[in-house]
């Protein structure tokens, strides 16, 4: 049994940014060199075990890369299509273990009223599968923008009910 994380990228035949991404990423040297040191899978997202990876691993978009530890949990996620430059911004240092969670955690400690930086905790935790820290997460973005002046508190719900849906 290997200790090496696992990076997968989910996708779909009919995904149009998934097939500009393999285009863009996976087909170049530089999507080999982000693979390195990782177990690289690609899971068809309409396949029968595509279908089960995702009902494991909620996927509520695609294209998505997971990266999971050696014990299956997950270790992090990009998801959506973007440029080569800004996918290797966030994925490079999660294919080199580095776990933003915690730094996010800091981040909201020093600024708790953050809006944007609970909803991006709230996708986190939802991914990762901590349903109470969502629940928790939640609750507090509802709390803080009952008015939902910055749009964030209508979103939070949908996604939490878009993941819960998985």
Known sequence: RTQQKVMIDVWAEHCGQCKQMEIDLWETPTGAKLSEGLIAIKVNSTTPDGQAFMSRYPVTGLPVVIFLNPDGTEFDRVQGYMSTPSFLAEARPISQGLDALPIMEAQLSAKPDSLPLMFALLEKYLNRQRDDDGKEMLTRILARDPQNAR?????????MAKYLSY
Request: glycine share 22%; proline share 11%; charged share 20%.
């Open 151 to 159: 749009g964030i508190a209508e979103r939070a719900p949908g996604h």
